[in-house]
């Protein structure tokens, strides 16, 4: 079903609200032919040689003027002992008082340079649900957006190539 949209005036079908990488960027610095023999992944989580430890969230950033909000589906290189807590809660119900765990995004956010290895906090969620990423600094521009939002435009702009 597509629509005249009121952005480029273009039809597409309805604008993807989330984009996401299947694999941290560090994954690619393994060559093709070593990956399967280093590397431990599943659509949720990479290890890399047992002491690189990678997960997968969200980050969402608001849309302004609107109760929606876009997805950035992203991973971050953590600590092992952050890693077994959040393999022991990953389908378990999150304790109340579990402080948020730390991380770095592992790779560059497309339209946001600068942000590969921006210190995020994470937010475990229950029932099997991706962790929610908080960018740390709301100086940055990804943080100034995750704080403030961003418009239609800007999610069209990020979606651009996804659209037909
Ligand atoms: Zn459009």
Request: with cysteine; charged share 25%.
């Amino acid at each position: 079903m597509s629509y005249k949209c009121n952005i480029c005036g273009k039809f597409h079908d309805n604008l993807p609200m989330d984009i996401s990488y299947k694999n941290p960027a560090d994954y690619f610095k393994v060559s093709p032919n070593e990956r399967a023999k280093r590397i431990q992944n599943t659509e949720d989580v990479c290890v890399i040689d047992n002491n690189e430890f990678y997960i997968r969230g969200v980050l969402p950033l608001p849309v302004i003027d609107s109760n929606d909000e876009f997805r950035w589906g992203v991973w971050a290189r953590i600590e092992e002992q952050d890693f077994m807590i959040y393999l022991k809660y990953w389908d378990g119900n999150i304790p109340e008082n579990l402080p948020a765990l730390s991380g770095r995004l592992s790779g560059e956010i497309k339209d946001y340079p600068e942000s590969d290895m921006l210190p995020v906090e994470i937010y475990l969620q229950s029932k099997n649900q991706r962790p929610i990423f908080k960018v740390l600094s709301a100086k940055t521009p990804l943080g100034i957006d995750q704080e403030k939002g961003i418009t239609l435009e800007k999610v069209h702009s990020f979606v651009e190539p996804l659209l037909k």
